[in-house]
Each structure stands twice: as structure tokens, then as C-alpha cells.
Nanobody, 113 residues
Framework: VQLQASGGGLAQAGGSLRLSCTTS????????MGWYRQAPGKEREWVAS???????DYADSVKGRFTISKNNAKNTLYLQMNSLKPEDTAVYYC????????WGQGTLVTVSS
């Protein structure tokens, strides 16, 4: 299974970006899909996830600002990021769990103050 993340870029603090992750596997068949991020000099951290049934969950740091969703028909995972903060600057990775774990290649999000 291949995952391709896109949508990263430069945003100002308070702005918005939407990340997408297209997969070669059936997202409807995934147990869980998620977004992670890794800031410079830090470890990769979990951001948000969504179950096969569509139940989302969020890290406290993004709760109320980010929304994870998926379109099973398009095999695409999304992350809508609003009210961006400079501390959201990181490479964002999508991850899929089909019993085996697969990662996308990452997309860079830079938030300027």
C-alpha cells in the first residue's frame, strides 16, 4: 500500500491549510487512519486519527482547531487545520493500519508568526 500526502505549505499564524493523503489501498478497509507530525529536533508525535467507523480522536494540542476526515470512495484522508500556530510547524505524515502499518512520505507545513 502506498500513501501520498500533499497540501503542505506556508501559512500565517491564524490561517488554514488542508492536508490530503491518497492511498493505493482501500481506506474503508483500514482499521485506523491517522496523521502524525515531526517538528525540527523533536520526535514524531500523533496528531489525529479516525477509525473505520469514522470516529475521530485528537491530540490535546490540536483539539478544536484541526479536523480529520476521510472519503472512502476517493481513498483519501484529510486534515483540515485552522487557527494555525507557529508551533504547528512540522512535517506531517499520514499513516494507515490495515493490519500492517504503512506511512506516507510527509508534507511540510510552515506557520509564520
Amino acid at each position: 500500500v502506498q500513501l501520498q500526502a500533499s497540501g503542505g505549505g506556508l501559512a500565517q499564524a491564524g490561517g488554514s491549510l488542508r492536508l490530503s493523503c491518497t492511498t493505493s489501498g482501500s481506506i474503508g478497509g483500514a482499521r485506523v487512519m491517522g496523521w502524525y507530525r515531526q517538528a525540527p529536533g523533536k520526535e514524531r508525535e500523533w496528531v489525529a486519527s479516525i477509525t473505520a467507523a469514522g470516529t475521530p480522536d485528537y491530540a490535546d494540542s490540536v483539539k478544536g482547531r484541526f479536523t480529520i476526515s476521510k472519503n472512502n470512495a476517493k481513498n483519501t484522508l484529510y486534515l483540515q487545520m485552522n487557527s494555525l500556530k507557529p508551533e504547528d510547524t512540522a512535517v506531517y505524515y499520514c499513516k494507515g493500519n490495515w493490519g500492517y502499518i504503512y506511512w506516507g512520505q510527509g508534507t511540510l507545513v510552515t506557520v509564520s508568526s
